[in-house]
């Protein structure tokens, strides 16, 4: 038992970990066991300075005539040179080339450092680049693994050409390998020669990506498990990695040049490509940012300027893509989750003057105007959305699982955004009337009882024989689906969808082939975060290990995949994104439900702390409010024992596992639960929890004993 001056000391150390079983230590010692455990900064993968050198040199790589490739790395000394004869006839010509290695995948513009060069009557040596992200693609066909003229966009990149349409350069993207060779398009004569002899003094990049060193971290994790700590940090920097100014040389080529968003701070979908906000992304790239960073005006302007091309139907348009015209369904729906999470994350009020209008629109327009007037379900072929897609661009039909739970999730979302607001009581009473209305139209018309999960959409009259991950966990998350439903579910998608990466996003190929072999983090996060509200922590950090243990241990490593297909690898190859905020869910998932904190109320004037430890021994963290940070440490490895310090004008309800409900549970060493008498904190025992009604400020709870 501690005494009640460890208490004291403990709480002085709000950050640090609590251990109620380790004998009193001195001061000193407490101080010294802070430091050990609280040193995230070690996993944080942001390069030191906007400046960044190589890393090494792929020396299997290396080809022809080159001396000293380790030139390349460091300023200075001898230079690297690479030398391509004119072939005398019948000789065999070797193109000279290097592959140097960033270490992982970045973002910015290269600079070389040239040391000289020959000049001969064939004109000056050409020296072509290429980038990609992962080693096992853009090397074959000697160009990057994803360029944008390659891919039929007529591209316009002002840095592009030195010469009319010559001698070519074809726009930022991430990369974490570069090739250099020797070279030259014979469509570039007669400004560069694919013979003779140059020497580089070194490379360096100009990273162009929000730089997310250790003091910009406005909110952090650490737990027992070093895994998900670096996996933790390395989503970080995945979404450090897609935080940038738009600018019109980065764009998306394809009409996506948009005044509203141009030169601001935004999330992009990926690093390499498309580099352009999308609002699904940022249902969880959001939530990234906003949990780790100071800058809610990423996600702002995105949201903002989409509002801004509302069309007169109510549709919000997903992207500044094609002229805000890609027709997707399920996009204005997270449109609205998102307006909700910036209000409870940021508190920003404000945003509503306009958006207020934008949600009522796209709610009590555009999705009655698809919706089955029979049924009360959101359906594909009703209005205009026969020829929608979503974020899969699925060709799905009927009454998809997926948009109606996302649809019961954005209309409950809504309501909330209305009461917070106040003054659209009638709002929120219609907008939860339908929630429950297309609920209750889901439970009756959508489920499979044979295979004891939601069907996933219609083939022609009847239900296809298949079943999604995303509308499945979205029934868990949106709470259409009840208890014994979403157990039923987890179990069938964790016997139905697993692989060694992940868990697919559906159970067959019914919809298109190597659907059953294709995981997408993005989806995943929301099965995650199903599998959390449904108790099961255990079998969420398991889903999490896989998924994230694969991309951790793959080429390029860090930085997450925009999705993995057939056998693990990159699901559309090259082209596949590497760095996709869309997939960095495990922050949100770790911090909301393992660390436990979800705010409930606008910039978290209300707030939930309800920690869910599966098998992590102890975890301590800090999650950024609009009125101070709220700082949580727990350990569970003897009884369970947590330090909360929120910030004083908030409140909120803490939740404390316990193993039945008359185990005792002390809030700085007063028992408070089972209630000898009525208490302030209203202790109430729910499934394996007790929950106690706490102010704003700084408290230790212990389960078990006093201390
Ligand atoms: C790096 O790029 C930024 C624009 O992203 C520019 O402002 C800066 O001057 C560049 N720095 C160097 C050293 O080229
Ligand atoms: C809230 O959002 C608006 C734009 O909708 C912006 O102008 C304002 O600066 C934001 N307020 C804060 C406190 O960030
Ligand atoms: C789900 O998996 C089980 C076990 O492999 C299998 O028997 C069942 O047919 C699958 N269900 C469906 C609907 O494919
Ligand atoms: C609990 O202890 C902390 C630290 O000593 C103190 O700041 C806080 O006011 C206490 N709260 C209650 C309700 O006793």
Not at 100 to 105: A, K, L, M, S
Not at 646 to 673: H, K
Request: net charge negative; charged share 15%.
């Amino acid at each position: 038992m501690l005494s009640s001056v460890l208490f004291a000391n403990i709480l002085l150390l709000a950050l640090s970990r609590v251990s109620p079983t380790a004998a009193i230590p001195a001061p000193a010692e407490l101080a010294h066991h802070r430091q050990q455990t609280v040193d995230w900064q070690k996993y944080v993968r942001a390069p030191s300075s906007t400046t960044v050198s190589p890393v090494s040199i792929v020396s299997s790589y290396t080809a022809g005539s080159v001396t000293n490739p380790e030139g390349l790395l460091t300023p200075g000394g001898d230079p690297t040179i690479l030398t391509r004869p004119v072939p005398a006839s019948g000789a065999t010509d070797v193109v000279p080339q290097i592959v140097v290695d960033f270490g992982q995948n970045i973002v910015g513009y290269l600079s070389i450092n040239f040391a000289g060069a020959s000049s001969d009557t064939t004109g000056l040596p050409g020296i072509r680049l290429a980038f990609s992200e992962s080693i096992q693609y853009g090397y074959l066909t000697s160009v990057s693994d994803f360029s944008r003229s390659d891919n039929a966009y007529t591209w316009t990149d002002n840095y592009g050409c030195e010469y009319g349409s010559q001698v070519c350069v074809d726009g930022l993207h991430g990369f974490r390998y570069l090739r250099i060779y020797l070279d030259a398009l014979s469509t570039d004569s007669p400004y560069t020669s694919p013979y003779g002899q140059v020497s580089i003094d070194s490379l360096t990049l100009n990273y162009t990506a929000f730089l997310g060193t250790p003091d910009t971290f406005t909110g952090w994790f650490q737990s027992s498990d070093e895994d998900l700590n670096q996996w933790y940090y390395d989503a970080v920097y995945t979404t450090d990695m897609v935080t940038a100014t738009l600018d019109e040389n980065s764009i998306d080529p394809r009409n996506a040049d948009s005044p509203g968003m141009l030169n601001r701070l935004v999330l992009l979908d990926g690093a390499k490509r498309d580099r352009l906000p999308y609002s699904g992304d940022l249902a969880v790239s959001s939530r990234t940012s906003y949990l780790t960073r100071n800058v809610p005006e990423a996600t702002r302007n995105v949201l903002t300027d989409l509002a801004d091309h509302q069309r007169s139907d109510g549709w919000i348009p997903p992207a500044s893509i094609n002229g805000y015209t890609l027709p997707l369904l399920d996009y204005p729906l997270w449109w609205v989750r998102n307006s909700y999470d910036l209000l409870v994350y940021t508190g920003n009020t404000t945003y509503f003057d306009t958006s207020y209008q934008t949600m009522v629109n796209a709610l009590d327009t555009f999705y009655p105007s698809i919706t089955d007037s029979n049924t009360q379900l959101i359906t594909k072929g009703v209005g205009v959305s026969g020829s929608y897609g979503d974020y899969a661009f699925l060709g799905r039909t009927g009454a998809v699982t997926y948009y109606n739970t996302l649809y019961v999730l954005a209309l409950n979302n809504a309501a909330s955004i209305a009461k917070f607001l106040g003054g659209h009581d009638d709002d929120a009473a219609r907008w939860t009337a339908r929630a429950q209305t297309v609920s209750d139209a889901i439970n009756s018309r959508l489920f499979d009882s044979a295979a004891g999960a939601f069907f996933d959409g219609a083939c022609g009259s009847s239900p296809c024989q298949t079943h999604a991950q995303d509308g499945n966990s979205l029934s868990i998350v949106s709470g259409v689906a009840n208890a014994a439903r979403a157990q039923s579910i987890l179990s069938y998608m964790a016997t139905n969808m697993s692989q060694p990466y992940g868990n697919a996003f559906y159970d067959n190929d019914v919809v298109g082939g190597g659907f059953s072999q294709r995981v997408y983090a993005f989806i995943s996060y929301f099965e995650l975060e199903a599998r959390f509200l449904a108790g099961s922590a255990g079998t969420a950090l398991e889903e999490i290990r896989r998924l994230y243990g694969w991309m951790a241990k793959n080429d390029p490593g860090i930085t997450a995949w925009e999705g993995i297909g057939t056998d693990g690898l990159p699901y559309e190859q090259g082209f596949t994104s590497m760095s996709h905020g869309w997939s960095t869910g495990i922050v949100p998932a770790l911090t909301n439900y393992v660390l436990g904190v979800i705010p409930t109320g606008p910039g978290f004037s209300t707030w939930s702390i309800k920690p869910m430890p599966g098998d992590v021994q102890w975890t301590q963290g800090q999650v950024p409010t609009p009125n101070g940070e709220i700082s949580v440490s727990w350990d569970n490895s003897a009884s369970f024992s947590l330090s909360i310090s929120t910030p004083i004008s908030s409140s909120g309800t803490v939740s404390v596992p316990v193993s039945s409900n008359s185990v005792p549970v002390y809030v700085n060493a007063t028992q408070v639960w089972p209630a000898t008498q009525p208490n302030s904190y209203s202790p109430q025992y729910t499934d394996g929890y007790v929950a106690l009604q706490a102010p704003g400020g700084s408290i230790t709870i212990t389960v078990g004993s006093s201390g």
